[in-house]
T-cell receptor, first 113, second 115 residues
C-alpha cells in the first residue's frame, strides 16, 4: 500500500537552531514527493518537491529537503529556524495509479524565541 | 493570480440540510480533488476528477457527491450532512494526473460544522 508517515506530531526548536521534520514513504514506482506548509486559518502552501536528480532539494522560505532512496525518507530541513516558521507541515507522495496526493498526518513545528 | 477559490470559508449547518461547497480554479487544470482534514489523520481524499465529466471516489467518499460540468468548477455536495462530517475541507487542483511531478494548488479551506 502507498503511504506516508510523519513520526513526530510536534517538533520544538529554538529560534536560530537547525530544524528537521521527518517523513518516510512507501510507494510503487518512482516517488514524487512534496512538502506543504499550513499556517493557521490558511490553505496548504507548496514548499518544495522531489522529482529526480539531486537528492537535496531547495524550496521556498529557506527550506530544503533531503531525499534518501535506501531509507525511503524525505526529511524537511532548515539551517536556522525562525519564529515565523511555526506552522503545520505535511509531507505527501503522488500515488502512481490515480495521481492523488497521499499525505502524512502532519507535524506541528513550534519555534520558540 | 493563479488560485483556487472555495466558498464559503465557514459554515454551520444542521443535520440533514443539504449544502454545497463551491470550488473554482483559474489555471485550466485538468485534475481537481476534495480533501478533508481531521486532527491526527492528515488530509484524506474524498473525490477526484481527472477532467470534465470524469469523477471518481477517493478514500472517504461516503456521504458526499461531486460534479464536474466545467473544467474550472468542482463543487462538493453533502445531500444529508451528519455530525461526523464536521471537518475542514480543502479543494485542490493540479495540471493533470499524468503529470505526477506537478504540485497541487489548494483553496483556503472550508470549516464545516454540522450540529
Amino acid at each position: 500500500a502507498q503511504s506516508v508517515a510523519q513520526p513526530e506530531d510536534q517538533v520544538n526548536v529554538a529560534e536560530g537552531n537547525p530544524l528537521t521534520v521527518k517523513c518516510t514513504y512507501s510507494v510503487s514506482g518512482n516517488p514524487y514527493l512534496f512538502w506543504y506548509v499550513q499556517y493557521p486559518n490558511r490553505g496548504l502552501q507548496f514548499l518544495l518537491k522531489y522529482i529526480t536528480g539531486d537528492n537535496l532539494v531547495k524550496g521556498s522560505y529557506g527550506f530544503e529537503a533531503e531525499f534518501n532512496k535506501s531509507q525511503t525518507s524525505f526529511h524537511l530541513k532548515k539551517p536556522s529556524a525562525l519564529v515565523s516558521d511555526s506552522a503545520l507541515y505535511f509531507c505527501a507522495v503522488r500515488a502512481s495509479n490515480t495521481g492523488k496526493l497521499i499525505f502524512g498526518q502532519g507535524t506541528t513545528l513550534q519555534v520558540k524565541p | 493570480e493563479a488560485q483556487v477559490t472555495q466558498n464559503p470559508r465557514y459554515l454551520i449547518t444542521v443535520t440533514g440540510k443539504k449544502l454545497t461547497v463551491t470550488c473554482s480554479q483559474n489555471m485550466n487544470h485538468e485534475y481537481m480533488s476534495w480533501y478533508r482534514q481531521d486532527p491526527g489523520l492528515g488530509l484524506r481524499q474524498i473525490y477526484y476528477s481527472m477532467n470534465v465529466e470524469v469523477t471518481d471516489k477517493g478514500d472517504v467518499p461516503e456521504g458526499y457527491k461531486v460534479s464536474r460540468k466545467e473544467k474550472r468548477n468542482f463543487p462538493l455536495i453533502l445531500e444529508s450532512p451528519s455530525p461526523n462530517q464536521t471537518s475542514l475541507y480543502f479543494c485542490a487542483s493540479s495540471l493533470s494526473s499524468v503529470n505526477r511531478h506537478t504540485e497541487a494548488f489548494f483553496g483556503q479551506g472550508t470549516r464545516l460544522t454540522v450540529v
